[in-house]
């Protein structure tokens, strides 16, 4: 499904850009639009070059690429929520890539909000930074390499006679101790990341109120570039949720989801 | 006659009575005895009208020839009605010409809740192992006194007792303002007004005041009495609750009425129970009116982004404990608002920063008070800040806004921004963090954007989603079975001579043939034939572990007898070797193509002896 859409837009836009190019200019590949908005932002053309990456992105294309750097074009056109969406999705396509955290960071530096989570004991602070380093695909490669070393394993002892000795035996445990711990550590990562649906605040200042409709009452008020996690959705109206457990309702069109 | 009231707490009394009935009862005769009924009756006390603040008297009594052995009914539910005590009970006997009644009372105190219809259901009752029940009670609520006693003409639609009857005192709420904006704080007062001596006050109904954040304010009904004329009628004022409320949402917000409860002294007229404070005393309840404030949301126009919330007026001051230090010596920054209005909500204001300082979580301390119907709030933050450089660093003062409600507009507040004069650290200081000759990051900036290396991804799709990962997944179960059938294999051959030399022969056969062929031109036929016969020969004796000296045709064809091949194929495979022998003695049989012929049926029968074993 998500190949033909990405089809369709693709022909569809092409067939726009044959059509207002009639002089029979050809359709430029989504590759040669990302180059020109990066010599856009060189020249300082920030306006042009987020342009070119929202192009690139209504090919269909979704790479951590063309997110980070429309982050950045929209950093300097002083988008500050925008910025922090795309570096946002930008995180999610290519978790730990430091240029994407260390933006993400500056950017969130700069938002009005302080939100102050919950702390986490040390351990799972240190497990989660590991896991968000690694992200989910990685650990998910990293399972399937410790099933074939633990098959391959159990063939060539197998293939022995008496090949399953004690210490063969430990080895094969600690084998699949491990495939477990990296399986568990994959799902869990897994469901954290793409489990948690993320919205970032577009506009200056929001109020959100205790229910979807303009007739409720404003519990308190968000800046732009805070991101929340959306918990539920009704028509025009996104409940979120703050990380020190504020919740309410916002308006979809304050929101950007990631 | 005689007659003896006897109260119900006067437990020796009723049974001194009681005795007495019992003594007298036979000399009734046998008359009394056989009339074991008793009338049950409801009523309520005072006659005339009901209202919601005046409590009233349910008495149900109960008489008969006997005195009643009466268990304290439980009443039923009453929608309308609260009990407010209850029962209180009296027995009474008379002896009257030789004929003896008795009869007890039993009272509730009741209070309507609210004007109109209201009944007060059957009330069922056990006397001496019977069940009686009383008529329901159909009863008009009017509603009672929340204000100054009107003149009689001015209320003809209320049921008003007699001049004088009825205590001249209320309970009023007021609010300081009746439209405000959200935050806005506003004071509310509940008085007692009174023409008349009041005891035994007592609150029995208060609001939960949802929609607002409260303060209590002190207050001494007593000593803070005034006088006021209300419809120009004297009154002594008590102020009995005073707060201040700041509304959390726009509407229209109603605040639910105070009920209380107290006895009113009345003056007899008599001077001389008056002086002797025989004058009577009345229960009274009074409520007040339900109070309804309007509240305006606040306007979005002009918002600023660093507005909290916090509505009233407010001024802004800061301070340092020093502007010179030593860089990594900590300096206080301190930043304090106060005014009219509250500041519970409002958060730490936005301390922009240059990296040269570490700026460290602001402390915060808050004090409120609330005199004369304002509420006064005072909030501070405390930020640490660390200097890692020496050098001149201007600290921008952080922005507070707030909502004038006076001016119905957003006010900006900024103190004077701070400078601060960092010296190198002393010689003792050298530990700091930042070492002698580091490169340190003059400004924080975002990093460049990424080049395109190779094509656009679509990653869109996580990595467990894709054929390849499941294939890679699934893929174990196909090699792994023939990983362990080769490796088993690998040491029986490595293993087993024999297994290992018939695992060879159709190999080392076809090899002996391929020479053959290359040699097919040079050979002359007795020994291109003799070599064939001993390729075939010596892949039965490699293919059953036998030595191929000895080997006869008829021993070779028992061989593979044993082994199931088709006799066609037995057949086959001794004809083609005596052909060879009859071709190694007859040499014109031995021409080129009938040698091909012999060495394409000789490989042809190894593939098949091998395909049959």
């Known amino acids: 499904m998500r190949g033909a859409a990405r089809f369709l837009s693709a022909a569809a836009l092409a067939l726009g850009v044959w059509g207002v190019g009639s002089s029979g200019a050809r359709a430029q590949t989504p590759e040669e639009i990302f180059q020109q908005a990066n010599v856009a932002y060189e020249k300082g053309d920030y306006e042009g070059a987020a342009g070119g990456y929202r192009r690139v992105i209504q090919y269909g294309i979704v790479d951590p690429r063309v997110e980070y750097n429309l982050g950045n074009a929209s950093f300097r056109l002083g988008r500050l929520g925008e910025a922090v969406l795309h570096y946002e999705r930008a995180l999610r396509l290519a978790p730990g890539d430091p240029d994407v955290v260390g933006n993400l960071e500056l950017a969130r530096s700069r938002c009005f909000d302080r939100v102050e989570a919950p702390e986490l004991a040390g351990p799972i602070r240190l497990l989660r930074a590991v896991q968000d380093r690694l992200g989910a695909d990685r650990q998910a490669i990293l399972v399937l390499c410790l099933v074939w070393c633990a098959c391959a394993l159990v063939a060539w002892r197998a293939a022995r006679p008496g090949g399953f000795t004690p210490a063969v035996g430990w080895v094969l445990a600690a084998l699949l101790l491990v495939t477990s711990a990296a399986a568990l550590s994959w799902v869990t990562t897994e469901n954290r990341h793409r489990g948690t649906r993320l919205a970032v605040v577009l506009e200056d200042s929001v109020d959100v109120l205790a229910g979807p409709g303009q007739n409720n009452a404003t519990l308190f008020t968000v800046h732009e570039g805070l991101t929340v996690e959306v918990r539920s959705e009704r028509q025009e109206w996104i409940q979120v949720s703050l990380p020190n457990g504020l919740h309410g309702w916002i308006p979809r069109d304050a929101l950007g989801l990631v | 006659m005689l007659t003896n009231v006897l109260p119900s707490q006067g437990r020796v009394l009723r049974t001194a009575a009681l005795a007495a009935a019992a003594v007298l009862a036979p000399l009734a005769g046998p008359r009394l005895r056989a009339e074991p009924a008793y009338r049950v009756a409801a009523s309520i006390q005072p006659a005339g009208p009901v209202t919601d603040t005046d409590p009233i008297q349910l008495v149900i009594r109960i008489e008969g020839a006997e005195a009643p052995e009466l268990s304290v009914p439980r009443l039923p539910a009453m929608s309308g009605f609260r009990v407010l005590s209850g029962p209180s009970t009296s027995q009474q006997f008379s002896w009257i010409n030789g004929r003896a009644s008795a009869s007890a009372t039993l009272v509730y105190t009741l209070l309507a809740e609210k004007p109109g219809a209201a009944e007060i259901p059957a009330i069922s009752l056990q006397i001496g192992g019977a069940t009686y029940r009383t008529e329901p009670i159909q009863l008009q609520v009017v509603k009672g006194q929340t204000g100054p006693r009107s003149p009689p003409a001015a209320s003809p639609g209320r049921a008003r007792p007699r ?451």
């Open chain 2, 163 to 613: 001049e004088g009857s009825e205590p001249d005192v209320f309970v009023e709420a007021r609010l300081g303002a009746r439209e405000v904006w959200v935050g806005q704080s506003v004071p509310f007062t509940v008085i007692l007004f009174s023409a008349a001596e009041i005891t035994n006050f007592q609150w029995r109904e208060i609001p939960s005041f949802s929609g607002f954040w409260t303060e209590d304010e002190s207050v001494d009904p007593n000593a803070e009495r005034y006088r006021e004329t209300v419809d120009g009628r004297p009154y002594v004022a008590y102020p009995l609750e005073r707060k201040i409320l700041m509304p959390t949402s726009a509407g229209e917000i109603t605040i639910d009425p105070y009920a209380a409860s107290f006895q009113v002294r009345r003056r007899s007229g008599d001077a001389f129970e008056d002086f002797f404070s025989f004058g009577r005393v009345r229960d009274v309840i009074r409520k007040t009116e339900p109070v309804r404030l309007r509240v305006k949301a606040l306007p979005e126009a002009g918002r600023p982004p660093s507005f909290s919330g916090a509505v009233g007026s407010f001024r802004i001051s800061s301070s340092a404990d020093r502007t010179e230090v030593q860089a990594n010596e900590a300096v206080a920054l301190k930043l304090t608002v106060q005014g009219d209005g509250f500041l519970k909500s409002v958060s730490a204001p936005h301390l922009d920063v240059p990296p040269d300082l570490k700026v460290f979580e602001p402390k915060v301390s808050e004090s409120s008070s609330t005199s004369a119907g304002k509420v006064t709030s005072r909030k501070t933050w405390e930020w640490v800040l660390v200097p890692l450089v020496p050098g001149e660093i201007s600290i921008p003062s952080p922005e507070f806004s707030f909502f004038d409600p006076a001016q119905a507009e957003y006010r900006i507040l900024r103190a004077a921004p701070l400078r601060l004069t960092v010296r190198k650290a002393d010689r003792g200081e050298e530990s700091a963090p930042v070492a002698r000759g580091e490169v340190r990051l003059k400004r924080q900036e975002i990093a460049f954007i990424k080049p395109l290396r190779g094509r656009l991804r679509d990653e869109r799709t996580p990595a467990h989603r894709r054929p390849w990962f499941v294939a890679a997944l699934l893929a174990p179960l196909i090699w792994m079975p023939a990983l362990i059938a080769l490796g088993r294999r690998r040491v029986r051959l490595r293993e087993d001579r024999s297994f290992a030399r018939a695992g060879r022969a159709a190999s080392r056969a076809r090899k002996r043939l391929r020479g053959c062929e290359r040699r097919l031109s040079s050979l002359d036929a007795g020994s291109f034939h003799e070599e064939l016969a001993r390729a075939l020969v010596d892949y039965v004796a490699d293919r059953f572990d036998r030595s191929a000296a000895g080997l006869t045709y008829e021993v070779a064809d028992s061989l593979l007898e044993s082994r199931g091949v088709v006799p066609e194929l037995r057949a086959r495979f001794r004809a083609c070797l005596e052909r060879c022998d009859f071709a190694r003695f007859v040499p014109e049989s031995g021409a080129p193509s009938r040698k091909a012929e012999v060495l394409a049926e000789a490989r042809a029968l190894v593939d098949l002896v091998e395909r049959a074993l």
